[in-house]
Every structure is written in C-alpha cells, then in structure tokens.
C-alpha cells in the first residue's frame, strides 16, 4: 500500500476544533502531548480487520455482528451517542425526555440533516419517519428474520404481538406491510406526531431506554432508500446502493480485501474531527496487521501472543517503549457448549449431545480446563488480570449502593478466582471427570468424547490460538475429551454455526445497553431472538435432559427478573441470582475479558466512546499521530490528562 499521507499541525487543531455532540461536556478533545512543540496529525487512518470478520451485511437493522458494525456505525447515526467520557449527547435526536415512569419516550429530532448516497449526493430528509421505518422493518420477519428483536420486545409496546401477526402472512403481503399501515400504527407503541418528533411506548417502565438507542434495533431505514431498490435490495444492500446519514461513506469496497470510508460533507455534527478517509485493509490473520504496522502501512495493531511476546521480551526491542492498552470494549469472552450438535450428513451427534448435557462432564471443564494459557494469548504479560468469571462486563449497571452488577454475580459464585490455580479445584475436577465417565459410559457414550472445534483457514493465529484452545481442554484428564480442529473457508456464521457444526464455540458479548437483561437474554431457551442460545449453543434443539431442565429453570428466572421495573436494585439481584445460577451449572465457561496490547498513532482518549450498542469503533473525533507510534509514555501522559477531564 503505498501511503499519502495529508498533513495538519496540531496547534491549528486546537484552535478550530471543538468536542462534538454541541461540547456539552468537554471543552475540547484535542490531545495534550506531553511536552513542548506542534504535531503533526494525519488526515488519513489507515486501519484493519481480519478476513474472518469480513461483513456478512451492509444493512446495520439485521446485523447482530461487530464485524458489521465496526464499519457501519461509522456511515449511520442514531438518536444519541456518547462523548468520550462515555457521557449520552445528542446525535440525531438533539434532546429528549420520558414521562414520570419512563413508559414514555420522547426524541426530538434535529431538522435538515439529509441522507446522502455513496458519492455524496443528498437524498431525502432524515426524519422521525424513518424510525418507524426502520422499528416496522425488524419487527417484520419477512423483511428481517428475527434479527435485533430483542430489545423491541422486551421494551416496546405491542411489539411482539406485531411480529406475531405478521410472521402469520404470507411472504409477499408481509413484505408490502409498512408503518403506515392500521396494523402497525394500532399494534405498536411508536408514533411521529410530526416528521421531527419520534415517540415510544414501553410495554412497561424502562428507564435506561435512551441506552438502547446506540444499538443495531434503534438504527433509521429511510423508506426512500425502500422505495428505491425494493425490500430485497434494500435487504441485500452492498455499499454502492446505501443511503448514509453518518460522519462517513463507503467508497471502495473490494471484498475480502478492502473498504475506503470518506468523510460525509453532510454529517449533522460540523464540529467535531473526521479524517477525511478511513482505509481499512482485509488482513488474512491477526499477525498480518503487526507486520503491516511495522512497515508503515497501517496506523495501529493489536500484537499477537507472540510478537508481544518477543518485544516484552527484549527490553532493547525497538517497540518496546511503544506498547499501550487503550481503552478497548471489555467483553468477557466464554466458552459455549453446543447442545444440538450436528454431524457433517445433517444428524444429530448423539454421543457430544448426550455429554454436553451432563452436569459433571460441565463441571470438569469449569474446574479442570487450565485458561492460564488462553488468557497468555491475549496478554502475555499480565494472563491473570484478564480471567474473568462472569458473561455481564463491569460498567454495565451499579446498585444503588455503588456495587458493581458483575461484582455481585462473582460474590454469589463465592469468588472463584482462577478455577485452574489451587490443589481443591484440580480435585473437584477430577471427580467431576469420574462421575461424567461413569453416568455417561450407562446412557452409552464412548470416551474420548469427541469436540469439534474450528479454526479459519489459512489463519496461522486462529490455528495458534486453536492449538491452545485444544491442549486446555484436553489437559483436563486423559481419555476424556478429544479436540479435533475444523478448518472453515471463509465465514464461520454461514459455515459453521447455521448448519450446527460446532460442539465448542468462544465468544463475547459487549453491551447494546445498560442493563444486565441485555446479557442474559441472549441465552435463554425458546426464544428465537436470543443470540447466543441460537447461533452458538442450538438450545432450542436439544433432547430432553437435566441440562433442559435447567436451561429451562434458567429461562424462569431471567424472564421474572426482567419483569421487575420499579425497583432497580431487586432487579439487578434477581438478574445477578440468575447469571449466578447459570454459572453454577456451568451451563457456559467463562474465560478472560479484553486485555490486548496495541501499537497505535491514535490516541483513543479523544474518541467518542461507549460500552454500549454500535458506539464502539467509531472513528468521530479520533486523532493519528504522524509519528511512528505513541509511546507508552505519551500514553501514560493521555490517560493522565483524561481522568483530569483535560481531553
């Protein structure tokens, strides 16, 4: 790639630009240096993702994937975002309010802000309409499956009743259905008394609603755009034909192998930073991107094990003084078991199926499988500060009293630390794997029972990653469990996951918003919109089984702590006995939260930022140095200055 890079100086910047969002809590996010003299930013960013994570679709309502959202949430924007203390501010909606009980939501939206298509030129006004568009458009299974139900359901008034009623037409009649029709307008809590005032009906109060409003569900569709290319093309939308409403466009897209964003003239927010283009390069692994920013030809990296591991290494390194942690979307990463595993001829894999729903086969995973290793993959040189024991992040919702949700779900499991690193869990352990092969041999299941675990093709850090992955579960006892690693081609959703092939699967979840219930709904049973239960652990099609049961019992309690509205505190302990309870069973492994050590000219203090929904890899108000890296000490000096509210 060979880089032209525009220059500005710094001290122009910090005197033409201000914090965005109408600087409602910053004076500026211009980056402080640490020291004497202008610098130099770039105007360009040059960035990265895996071939793995290429986007499956370009349509933010149906995505559920941050491998589509990374790049979309930079072309659409929603009702309200954060700055980058994580403080709400308005994006499309400049204020808005809730009644007494928070049943009622109110957005006001701003006027004159147009959508625009790929090369710049205006289309239609932006307007409270295209939320019912886009509400009527995900509550539509003809339209958008059961993708991004969820949180509709649980907040918005009628709203499953109408995904019910129309799921029952047939495909034609539910595609032409619109939000102006009696059934949506009669059905469902959302209304426009006028083209720039949007108002929601909670089926209850819900008083963290404006969270929801960064995630995928609450995203506008322009019915213009559907008038244009149909449903089916609005649906199967590539970057040419989309409508943008974002800080930027997508110009180029090669797939597999590129995506060039370019800077939206029409963007609502006139004052805050924007690089006038974004280039992200398809790399085949994670290693590509360390070598490409060793060469100048990427602004940032997340270091792999093992390049982090010989900088670390060698204190005369070059990158050595270079290596940072930015502020990074914390989502604890777990290890699911797969219920309704299939064979490769579509039948059901009896002797995983019948293990997986074994309590002590479970639990010899959750106190024997040693993560020491797999958290080292990530952050060699801290592994330990990266185990977590819980599916919710911290930050995502605070007692009355200051605890922290997830604080409260580890206090109830007894604070099981590092499950691998004592002589009584490694007993526990043992016994576990007795008890499994002993209940298990009677139902006739054969050891070593074998896992399918699967890895990207020609990926050399999935298959590292892969290969410790394997060595941990097989490091629990002999003759217990048998990894065999299974190489997808390109996309592991389509390969893998919907044709139930996977008996193992690692993944996290970060926040689409401020409540535990966010979490734990995606593991619920008899619930097509649950993420997780779905996609990875194919709950829905198990035999029956005390695993059933339990998932089942599971399902009761999340359902009854979600129904709690008028007390915040009951319904985060019956949230936390709920999470708790699952973990007990060891119903899922959890293993690390985020921890990956970057080299990187963006200083990630000054981006707005959130936890939450598709505010998490935006690139509004983000600066790149020109320099060859931040140091750890500039670094060090940012982080100083943020927690002083200087950026």
């Not at 049943?103 to 030129?121: C, E, L, M, P, S």
């Not at 200051?402 to 007894?414: F, K, P, Q």
């Amino acid at each position: 790639m060979k880089k032209k890079r525009l220059l500005a100086m710094g001290l122009a910047l910090t005197l033409a630009l201000s914090a965005c969002g109408g600087g409602d809590t910053q004076e500026s996010k211009t980056p402080t240096e640490g020291g004497e003299g202008e610098t130099a930013y770039a105007t360009d960013f040059y960035d990265w993702q895996t071939q793995a994570n290429e986007s499956t679709t370009f349509l933010i309502n149906y995505s559920e994937e941050r491998s589509n959202s990374k790049v979309l949430c930079n072309c659409i924007s929603p009702l309200v975002e954060y700055d980058n203390h994580g403080n709400m501010v308005g994006a499309m909606a400049e204020s808005w309010e809730s009644n007494d009980d928070a049943t009622q939501w109110t957005f006001h939206i701003r006027k004159g802000i147009y959508w625009v298509d790929a090369q710049g030129n205006k289309k239609d006004e932006c307007t409270a309409y295209d939320w019912l568009t886009a509400i009527e458009w995900e509550l539509n299974f003809h339209k958008n499956a059961a993708k991004n139900t969820t949180m509709l359901f649980a907040t918005i008034k009628g709203s499953e009743d109408y995904y019910a009623a129309v799921k029952d037409l047939d495909e034609a009649a539910g595609k032409a259905t619109k939000y102006t029709d009696e059934r949506f307008a009669t059905t469902v809590g959302a209304s426009a008394p006028d083209a720039y005032t949007l108002v929601l009906d909670m089926k209850q109060p819900v008083p963290y609603f404006p969270t929801i409003c960064t995630g995928a569900c609450m995203f506008p569709i322009a019915q213009g755009q559907i008038d244009e290319l149909g449903v089916d093309g609005t649906f199967a939308q590539q970057p040419a034909d989309m409508w943008y409403n974002g800080p930027y466009r997508i110009t180029e897209y090669v797939n597999n192998n590129s995506k060039t964003m370019t800077r939206n003239e029409e963007y609502w927010d006139k004052d805050c930073q924007l690089f006038e283009h974004v280039y992200i390069s398809m790399v085949q692994d994670a290693i590509t991107d360390d070598q490409m920013f060793m060469s100048g030809e990427l602004d940032r990296c997340e270091l792999s094990e093992a390049n982090l591991r010989t900088i670390w290494d060698d204190p005369n390194n070059e990158w050595r003084d270079y290596l940072v942690q930015p502020r990074a979307v914390t989502s604890n990463r777990c290890l699911m078991f797969s219920y309704g595993k299939k064979m490769e001829d579509g039948s059901m894999d009896v002797n995983w199926n019948t293990a997986a729903a074994n309590e002590n086969f479970r639990q010899a995973f959750y106190y024997g499988m040693d993560i020491l290793g797999y958290c080292s993959y990530y952050n060699y040189v801290d592994p330990q500060s990266t185990i977590t024991n819980t599916f919710t992040c911290n930050n995502v919702s605070v007692f009355s009293d200051g605890t922290d949700y997830a604080d409260r779900v580890i206090e109830l499991l007894g604070d099981p630390g590092y499950r691998y690193g004592n002589e009584a869990n490694r007993a526990k352990a043992a016994e576990c794997v007795a008890k499994a092969k002993e209940e298990l041999s009677k139902q006739g299941v054969t050891f070593p029972v074998t896992a399918w675990y699967w890895i990207k093709s020609g990926d050399q850090a999935a298959l590292d990653l892969g290969t410790i992955v394997k060595d941990a579960i097989e490091g629990i006892a002999d003759d217990f469990v048998k990894v065999e690693l299974h190489e997808y081609v390109s996309n592991m959703t389509q390969e893998v996951t919907n044709n139930s092939l996977n008996s193992l699967f690692i993944a996290g979840w970060a926040a689409d918003y401020g409540d535990p219930e966010n979490y734990n709904t995606q593991l619920i049973r008899g619930d097509q919109s649950a993420f997780f239960a779905n996609r990875a652990m194919k709950v829905n099609d198990m035999p029956d089984s005390e695993a059933k049961d339990l998932l089942d019992e599971y399902t009761a309690m999340v359902k009854a702590a979600n129904a709690i509205t008028d007390d915040m505190d009951k319904r985060y302990e019956a949230q936390a006995q709920a999470e708790a309870y699952y973990f007990q069973h060891a119903l899922m492994i959890p293993l690390s939260s985020s921890g990956t050590f970057q080299l990187t000219r963006a200083n990630a203090f000054t981006v707005d930022f959130a936890g939450y929904g598709c505010m998490m890899d935006v690139y509004k108000n983000m600066y790149a140095t020109t320099e060859k890296a931040y140091s750890t000490a500039q670094y060090e000096q940012f982080a100083a200055d943020y927690a002083a509210g200087k950026i």
